[in-house]
């Protein structure tokens, strides 16, 4: 089971929680599981398309293609500027 936290007031109008809990098979990307469950998580698929997600994984600043695993912990946030990714988001 991974549980996802979204943050922010762009995105918290996109899903039905704050925190989602989805399980897992395997590893799987932070894309490849946010694809995969369209019904809880399909409102934050445009900002995903769109570059404008920033990732952490168990408080690690992450990508859209870091793993996950059975137990992580993902946060999400919306990114004002998509040029940016990862820490330079916070250190421009």
Not at 15 to 44: F, K, M
Not at 53 to 68: A, E, I, Y
């Amino acid at each position: 089971m991974v549980t996802i936290r979204v943050f922010g007031q762009t995105l918290l109008p996109c899903v039905d929680d704050s925190e989602i809990q989805c399980d897992v098979a395997g590893p799987v990307s932070v894309r490849e599981l946010l694809e995969g469950n369209p019904d809880a998580l399909g409102g934050l698929l445009p900002f995903l398309r769109k570059g404008e997600l920033m990732v952490t994984v168990n408080q690690k600043v992450s990508t859209l293609d870091s793993p996950v695993n059975d137990g992580d912990v993902v946060k999400l946030t919306h990114q004002f500027n998509p040029e940016y990714e990862g820490a330079m988001w916070h250190n421009p």
